[in-house]
């Protein structure tokens, strides 16, 4: 035989030893596989929600508390732009009071607010010129006595929402993947996120449950203690009887009212009140923690004032992980570092606010308020979770946080929409049918090939069982889910994979019946019937194709098997039974090739 015979073989030899390694590791378990053998991949292919069984969710997303969110935040800059255009001697982070002062921001839908200028020549800044280049976003409605109207233009609301879920499903995926769990497939559906996770107990769903609903926005934001005293008077008037009014000396020795409740029914109630007070624009009245309250163990909660203005955020965090302070008993806290423009924006704030309480808010709850004593360079940061708690029950809840942290916050809130417990007897008994009806029908294949084309019917079985080997071994190497529509792929591949043998058969027996040499009909063979065997995996590779980039869940997986099937399926056809062949004709030197 040629050198190239050779080559060729010892290419088929290695492909098939790799494949080997790969699938190892799926047969451990009915298998003696030696250890060294599975050590060199942990790589495997995982039953999916329909075989195994497991637990279905479906959440909303809430497009419109994104829109609100990028329309607050577009309106802050504009009014600190305008601001430092009046005059470019104005402090980097100048003071909330002053920004009130020179405008007043007035939301008047999710995508528009308004800008009432103290001075009416300020709001000629505001011009198409100065918008266009920083504030692409958003657009002119109106001008009127030196208020501005502005409203998202319509192209940024699309994105944005689009942005919502795409990033959305990002994020969640990401957690998931902090968590280890390989199996769950996550996928967006207009606003919806449909999040699958086979096999799971009962605690590992709690905690992927709270994980994935967990929004994780943080903020860092400066509490109105001079202003406190003033702004509450409106608010805390005719109180309830759940609520207690107390007053704290603040760093600068302003007295701060606060209000304070007792208890799940106290918080629930206080939380109603936070939500419907009419706060004058420019603040914002929140919830957060106060202590373990009385002797029964009730928790305490309090009211909070805080300044509007976010003055640094979660996006601007780069990495958290979990930490211990000695100081206090190796309490638990997440330690995060910030991007270099996040960085140097909080050392700006802590500047700007020394001798102030800076609130560091999550998910619209204040966690703390630790006092600025200097200001804070380095691009690091320490968020404390409350005082009190159980000390594991803290540890989990800090390493929770730091890994939605480091995964991203959610761009919007989720609200669950549907949620579905799937038990595995229907897809056990799915999957003992299918593989019971592959069997039979596989083995009616293989005899029918070898009773119709000797052998070249045998060699034929041998690429099927081959090409099924390296779609597995692919699968496998891909840390696949496999599931129903997967499984039926698979059997597709096998009729494709017969189809190719048949046709190159064909054409050698052809060859056979002009009474040429077997050499010289394999040849033949193998040259007339490549295009053929090419062009019918080929369209429906294509079909493949618009299948995954059209198709949603179950239509994706059984695309990508079907197109993986028809990659093997043209090795094994044209590659590697030509190897075979070629082998068989050479090296037994045959006078004639049993084709049928």
């Known amino acids: 035989m040629s050198n190239n015979w050779y080559l060729r073989f010892s290419t088929l030899v290695v492909v098939l030893v790799a494949a080997l390694i790969s699938l190892a590791p799926n047969f451990s378990a009915w298998l003696p596989v030696p250890a060294w053998l599975t050590g060199l991949s942990d790589r495997r292919i995982s039953p999916g929600l329909d075989i195994q069984g497991g637990l279905r969710l479906v959440y909303e997303v809430e497009v419109e508390e994104a829109l609100k969110d990028r329309r607050d935040r577009i309106a802050e800059d504009v009014r600190l732009a305008v601001y430092r255009a009046a005059d470019a001697g104005k402090d980097a982070e100048p003071d909330a009071a002053a920004l009130r002062k020179f405008a007043e921001v007035s939301p008047s839908s999710p995508i528009a607010f308004s800008l009432a200028f103290s001075d009416k020549a300020h709001a000629d800044i505001a011009n198409r010129d100065f918008l266009k280049d920083d504030f692409p976003d958003i657009k002119v409605m109106s001008r009127d006595d030196g208020r501005i109207g502005f409203e998202l233009r319509e192209e940024r609301i699309k994105a944005l929402e689009d942005f919502a879920v795409d990033q959305t499903a990002r994020t969640i995926s990401n957690r998931i993947d902090e968590l280890a769990i390989r199996e769950t497939t996550v996928i967006p559906r207009d606003r919806d996120i449909i999040v699958e996770v086979p096999g799971a107990d009962d605690a590992s769903f709690d905690r992927i449950r709270s994980i994935i609903s967990k929004t994780a926005k943080l903020a860092f934001q400066i509490a109105a203690d001079k202003e406190a005293a ?45 939500e419907e007070a ?166 009616l294949v293989f005899l029918f090939m070898v009773v119709c084309y000797q052998l070249a019917g045998l060699i034929a079985v041998a690429m099927v069982t081959l090409n099924v080997t390296f779609l ?53 063979g193998f040259s007339r019937a490549f295009w053929s065997v090419v062009d019918a995996q080929a369209t429906t590779f294509i079909a493949g194709v618009v299948l995954f980039q059209f198709g949603t869940g179950p239509i994706k997986g059984f695309a990508v098997t079907l197109m993986l099937g028809i990659i093997t399926s043209l090795f094994t056809g044209i590659f590697c039974s030509r190897v075979v062949f070629d082998g068989v004709v050479q090296g037994l030197r045959l006078k004639r090739l049993p084709v049928g």
């Open 230 to 274: 003033s702004v509450t008077d409106s608010l805390f008037g005719a109180l309830p009887p759940e609520f207690e009014r107390q007053v704290e000396q603040a760093p600068d020795g302003s007295q701060v009212p606060y209000l304070v409740a007792k208890g799940d029914a106290g918080r629930l109630k206080l939380k109603t009140f936070v």
């Open 278 to 443: 009419a706060v004058p624009p420019g603040f914002v009245l929140l919830l957060g923690r106060a202590g373990d309250g009385d002797g029964e163990g009730e928790s305490t909660w309090r009211t909070w004032l805080l300044e509007s203005r976010i003055g640094v955020s979660g996006e601007d965090i780069d990495d958290a992980f979990v930490s211990y302070d000695p100081q206090e008993g190796n309490r638990p806290f997440v330690a995060v570092n910030f991007t270099p423009a996040g960085g140097r924006q909080f050392k700006t704030l802590t500047g700007a606010h020394v001798n102030e309480r800076m609130a560091v808010v999550l998910d619209g709850r204040v966690e703390s308020a630790p006092v600025i004593q200097q200001e804070i360079g380095g691009g690091r940061a320490r968020i404390t979770l409350g005082a009190y708690g159980d000390y594991n029950k803290l540890t989990e809840e800090a390493r929770d946080l730091a890994l939605v942290f480091r995964a991203g916050a959610l761009p919007a809130p989720i609200r669950p929409s549907n949620e579905q417990m799937i038990g595995p007897s229907l897809g056990l008994d799915s999957v003992r049918a299918g593989v019971k009806g592959a069997f039979i029908g596989v083995g």
């Open 472 to 524: 597995l071994a692919l699968l496998s190497a891909f840390e696949a889910t496999l599931t129903l529509p997967g499984i039926a792929g698979i059997a597709l591949t096998v009729g494709m994979a017969v189809d190719a043998n048949v046709l190159i058969t064909e054409r050698i027996r052809e060859e056979m019946r002009l009474a040429r040499s077997p050499r010289s009909a394999v040849d033949q």
